[in-house]
């Protein structure tokens, strides 16, 4: 699965989730997943922050929006395409380093992953 340049491999199952790039073995692999960012979607949380030592600090989280493409790996042929939401709910951290404010686009959990790429996965099509 590749998420916004980066490389995740999740089970698919509900077992737990691993970064690694390495496992299955490129010969094992049937399906080739890339969600690419689209753009923001809804305002879903802003965090204020404030320190009696520090400036003031805002987090902004939007919701992405992405189109996940779905690949034959064996041959590359394009099996299908479909939109689909970042995360659609966050939370504040309690405690932030110090910092100017910022923006962060919430990419698709792995909850997320697993409805959208679960038929393929099962050899359906959705």
Known sequence: ???????HQF???GDRDRVDPFT???EQVQLVACAE???RGKLLKECRYTAPDAAPRTITHYEGRYR???YEARTGRLIGTQGMAGQTSVSCTPFVKEGADSVVTEAPDDA?????LGPYARGARP
């Open 112 to 116: 997320a992953l697993r409805a959208v």
């Open 68 to 70: 996940m493409r779905v």
């Open 11 to 13: 089970s698919g199952s």
């Open 1 to 7: 699965m590749h998420v916004n340049g980066l490389l």
């Open 37 to 39: 960012y689209q753009g």
């Open 24 to 26: 299955p073995l490129p």
